[in-house]
């Protein structure tokens, strides 16, 4: 598998979306947060769009936010329990295991998800991780978790002109969580996971601002 092909053509395609206004519907709308949705290209489900401002510097936000073994992330993001790194592939390029814990009250059962995730950094200050799913020979389905498959996903951090210490933050979902799930409960699960991402979030950084 072409790994950097994948990981660049993951980038092209979340900075698209944010781009694209069109289609999007709003499903959840708390304090500064707004999530949006719209059906998804690549797989028969939804892709779901967060937005929001956090107090923080870009780079603080991201130093919560970046995917890699041992960060911040599993500490704040309920829905990261392990993150793994199964290889990497060039400097911004890596393939990654994540493990997520039960949710929606025990009816999803852990997951787990492999994925090739790129690290890009714009010339404005703009910094994003880009994710989707792929398959990596020492990395087979295992007992214990249903494999499930992101597709296109990540997030953005835009630095907000004349304020420093404010990041505007894009996030984008499309899971097939695989299973058998009904649609309903994936429908309800992640626009109220999305707004709880950003409090948690929120609160990550405020708590790195004081260290």
């Known amino acids: 598998m072409d790994y950097e092909h994948?990981?660049?053509?993951?980038?092209?395609?979340?900075?698209?979306?944010?781009?694209?206004?069109?289609g999007w519907k709003v499903c959840k709308k708390s304090n500064d947060v707004v999530v949006s949705w719209r059906p998804s290209s690549e797989f028969p489900g939804n892709v779901y769009k967060g937005g929001g401002v956090i107090s923080g510097s870009?780079?603080?936000?991201?130093?919560?936010?970046?995917?890699?073994?041992n960060g911040i992330r599993?500490?704040?993001?309920?829905?990261?329990?392990?993150?793994?790194?199964?290889?990497?592939?060039t400097e911004h390029i890596?393939?990654?295991?994540?493990?997520?814990?039960s949710a929606a009250m025990g009816?999803?059962?852990?997951?787990d998800f492999v994925d090739v995730i790129l690290i890009k950094q714009?010339?404005?200050g703009t910094i994003s991780s880009n994710a989707t799913n792929v398959s990596h020979p020492s990395c087979p389905p295992q007992s214990g978790y249903v494999r499930g498959f992101n597709h296109p996903c990540g997030?953005?951090?835009v630095p907000i002109s004349g304020e420093p210490n404010k990041t505007q933050v894009f996030s984008f979902f499309q899971t097939?969580?695989?299973?058998?799930?009904?649609?309903?409960?994936?429908?309800?699960?992640?626009?109220?996971?999305?707004?709880?991402?950003?409090?948690?979030?929120?609160?990550?950084v405020k708590s790195l601002k004081d260290l």
């Open 58 to 69: 870009p780079e603080k936000v991201w130093e919560c936010l970046k995917p890699v073994p």
């Open 74 to 89: 599993v500490k704040w993001d309920n829905n990261v329990k392990r993150f793994e790194l199964v290889e990497q592939i």
């Open 176 to 204: 097939d969580l695989g299973g058998f799930l009904p649609r309903s409960v994936v429908d309800s699960f992640f626009p109220s996971s999305m707004a709880e991402f950003y409090s948690n979030l929120a609160k990550a």
């Open 122 to 124: 714009y010339e404005d």
């Open 94 to 101: 890596s393939i990654c295991r994540t493990v997520t814990p």
């Open 107 to 111: 009816i999803i059962a852990p997951r």
């Open 6 to 22: 994948k990981a660049k053509a993951v980038g092209d395609c979340l900075m698209g979306y944010k781009t694209d206004e069109s």
């Open 155 to 157: 997030c953005i951090c």
